[in-house]
């Protein structure tokens, strides 16, 4: 059996909330990420533009709402070679 790992968690709620932009942290997060390893993006808006980017570099993206205008994006790596746990 593949070792699972953990996707990393980036919400960026409470930085909107302070107005702050977001895009570099979220930047910095995918360059924290392991080989192999996913990011969780929570977002009160669909990210598209971020989406299209992240496309653009061989992620896949994985939407869906969660309700009350929030959103999840998982951001899969271009080789996934072990089992993610959501």
Do not use: K, N
């Amino acid at each position: 059996m593949a070792p699972r790992i953990i996707p990393i968690e980036f919400d960026v709620r409470a930085m909107l909330g302070r107005g702050e932009e977001p895009f570099a942290a979220i930047m910095a997060a995918f360059d924290r990420l392991a080989p192999g390893q996913a990011l969780r993006l929570i977002a009160p808006f669909r990210p598209m533009p971020l989406i299209a980017l992240m496309e653009e570099r061989g992620y896949r993206a994985a939407l869906r709402g969660c309700g009350d205008g929030v959103f999840e994006v998982i951001f899969m790596p271009p080789t996934c070679g072990p089992t993610m746990t959501p």
